[in-house]
């Protein structure tokens, strides 16, 4: 099995920024890792893919030019470092990852194998 722990989630005003990070754990699992967000009554939405292998992202337009993915190979952790926040930003932000194959055009939740548990992110105006 895989074990994906999010943290960094907290309370930020608009315009701040905050970090989150997932380390991933257990059996391997593909390059092939992302973040979702799920506003409340919502299902869960893509924010951002990476390749752990070659590093290639990929955003929604929504997060484009403020949010960015990235990786540590040797910690096996995740981080999506969000700037320029805003109210609609808040939501509960889920880390997962594909258990085979895939690509960094993975956003659809389906697709995804493994998740953590979540972390809330808060954006107050």
């Known amino acids: 099995q895989v074990q994906l722990v999010e943290s960094g989630g907290g309370l930020v005003q608009a315009g701040g920024s905050l970090r989150l990070s997932c380390a991933a754990s257990?059996?391997?699992?593909?390059?092939?890792m992302g973040w979702f967000r799920q506003f409340s009554g919502k299902d869960r939405e893509f924010v951002a893919a990476?390749?752990?292998?070659?590093?290639?992202?990929n955003y929604a337009d929504s997060v484009k030019g403020r949010f960015t993915i990235s990786r540590d190979s040797a910690k096996n952790t995740v981080y999506l470092q969000m700037n320029s926040l805003k109210p609609e930003d808040t939501a509960v932000y889920y880390c997962?990852?594909?258990?085979?194959?895939?690509?960094?055009?993975?956003?659809?939740?389906?697709?995804?194998?493994?998740w953590g548990q979540g972390t809330q992110v808060t954006v107050s105006s």
């Open positions: 997962a990852a594909v258990r085979m194959g895939g690509n960094i055009w993975y956003t659809l939740a389906s697709f995804y194998d493994y």
């Open positions: 990476i390749s752990r292998s070659s590093g290639s992202t």
């Open positions: 257990g059996r391997t699992f593909s390059s092939i």
